[in-house]
Nanobody
Framework: VQLVESGGGLVQPGGSLRLSCAASGFTFRNYGMTWYRQAPGKERELVAGISSSGGTTDYADSVKGRFTISRDNVKSTVYLQMNSLKPEDTAVYYC?????????WGQGTQVTVSS
């Protein structure tokens, strides 16, 4: 299993970014996917999740209405569209897959929201 995140960067408050997580090594369309984030000095927290078909999504209260998780099962990629970004969204963002009874994580992508 390999997960590779991309799309992070520096953005001003109120701006937008779209993160991508390209998956390989397993049958992507059969598994739900999740995005987590970890800010400096804080524990890793769940941000959003999506079912295998994409028909069901869930979000942390802190990002509801601002972030959208989606997936492309042809491209084996999960996305996180982040709008109206705030300084408190600054963190390393990770995608995670639970495959064959184990958690697999990507290397993470840094998102910094600052003026």
């Amino acid at each position: 299993v390999q997960l590779v995140e991309s799309g992070g960067g520096l953005v001003q408050p109120g701006g937008s970014l779209r993160l991508s997580c390209a998956a390989s090594g397993f049958t992507f369309r059969n598994y739900g996917m999740t995005w987590y984030r970890q800010a400096p000095g804080k524990e890793r927290e769940l941000v959003a999740g999506i079912s295998s078909s994409g028909g069901t999504t869930d979000y942390a209260d802190s990002v509801k209405g601002r972030f959208t998780i989606s997936r492309d099962n042809v491209k084996s990629t999960v996305y996180l569209q982040m709008n109206s970004l705030k300084p408190e969204d600054t963190a390393v963002y990770y995608c995670k897959a639970f495959v064959w009874s184990a958690d697999y994580w990507g290397q993470g992508t840094q998102v910094t929201v600052s003026s």
